[in-house]
């Protein structure tokens, strides 16, 4: 179903929060805590490779070659068993260096490689970047979109193939940075998937408040506008990071509040990314084997990676204060989760 935007749209909010004020939404905090302890798996010697988690990144260009990597590390650093980075020809030796922890695809292709390609040669390089993605897509347990991904038209066009793949498949994904200004541009590719997660910063946010429901951010009734934005995806779930992040996917609203850092070095959005992926996957592993547990993984995943990154974060920042790194918190990881779920 396609959105209809403009003053419709808006209207429809506007009317809800004049004339319902009685429905208003208020945001309900979240015991994180609680909730990475649920959907932590237990660690067991009968477990393979695999089991805990088999996590993609669709990210990485010339310009920018640390979002995919930090996004793909912290998947790993919290418990993911396997960490792919497709990314394009010219970033993947930097990324690679960076860890032989990640397996890195150089797939990915940008215009200039392709400016003196005819049309139908430009399409016969767009079907072969998708497949190569397509032979690995059954495999993951969830994809990260956007890190480092700039905004290449031709690329994005790619990337735009890979999420309609993945729908096809129903495996999750969590779309970030440069995949937001895709998203953005191209609502239709999340509308109405379930599995899909946005995790927006305070300026895409912005973005997808006024191109969606065509009006500014209202501070004000942030619980209400955030759960409204999310019914006009069609249920796809929205992290809205800020001084306290929000999550919603229409039906519910819930803030994680706890710990945080007042240090907001760059990264720590591609941490949040690359966490999110892991426990919605691990929360859909327990529900699906749970028939009682009736949760949504993608919100119960949301709340889980934020609780912890902002542990992580509170945890460096104490170490490091002024000078704290995204590195520094991505190391605070594995203490952070051991003092909320200890693993023995």
Not at 86 to 108: G, R, W
Not at 295 to 303: D, M, Q, W
Request: hydrophobic residues 40%; aromatic residues 6%; glycine residues 8%.
């Amino acid at each position: 179903m396609a959105i209809v935007l403009g003053t419709t749209t808006n209207a429809l909010y506007c009317s809800s929060r004049i004339h319902l004020p009685n429905k208003l939404i208020r945001a309900m905090e979240a015991d994180a805590e609680s909730v990475l302890r649920l959907v932590i798996p237990s660690l067991d010697l009968k477990r393979h490779k695999g089991q805990a988690g088999k996590i993609a990144v669709i990210g990485g260009c010339r310009e920018y070659t640390g979002a995919p990597y930090f996004a793909a590390i912290s998947a790993l650093k919290i418990g993911a068993d396997l960490s792919h980075v497709f990314c394009t020809k010219d970033a993947a030796p930097v990324i690679k260096s960076y860890s032989p922890e990640l397996i890195v695809h150089p797939v990915l292709e940008e215009s200039y490689t392709i400016s003196n390609c005819s049309e139908e040669e430009r399409r016969q390089v767009q079907e072969k970047v998708v497949g190569e993605v397509d032979k690995w897509m059954e495999r993951f347990d969830c994809l990260v979109i956007g890190p480092g991904l700039g905004r290449d038209s031709f690329l994005l066009e790619c990337v735009s193939k890979i999420m309609l793949l993945a729908r096809k498949f129903n495996v999750p994904f969590v779309v970030d940075g440069d995949g937001l200004f895709l998203v953005t541009n191209s609502i239709d590719l999340v509308n109405g998937y379930p599995l899909a997660v946005l995790t927006p910063n305070v300026n895409e946010y912005k973005r997808l408040v006024q191109k969606v429901l065509n009006c500014e951010v209202d501070e004000q009734n942030a619980g209400d506008q955030l759960s409204f934005l999310a019914k006009q995806f069609g249920g796809v779930t929205i992290l809205r990071k800020g001084k306290s992040d929000l999550i919603s996917n229409g039906e519910i609203v819930k803030s994680v509040s706890i710990y945080g850092s007042p240090r907001r070095c760059g990264g720590q959005g591609d941490i949040l990314s690359g966490s999110v992926a892991v426990f919605l996957s691990w929360a859909q592993q327990l529900i699906s084997g749970h028939e009682s547990l009736s949760e949504n993984p993608a919100i119960l995943g949301s709340i889980a990676a934020s609780g912890l990154l902002r542990k992580a974060a509170s945890l460096a920042f104490a170490k490091h204060k002024r000078s704290t790194l995204t590195s520094d918190i991505i190391e605070c990881l594995g203490e952070s989760l051991e003092d909320i779920c200890p693993a023995s």
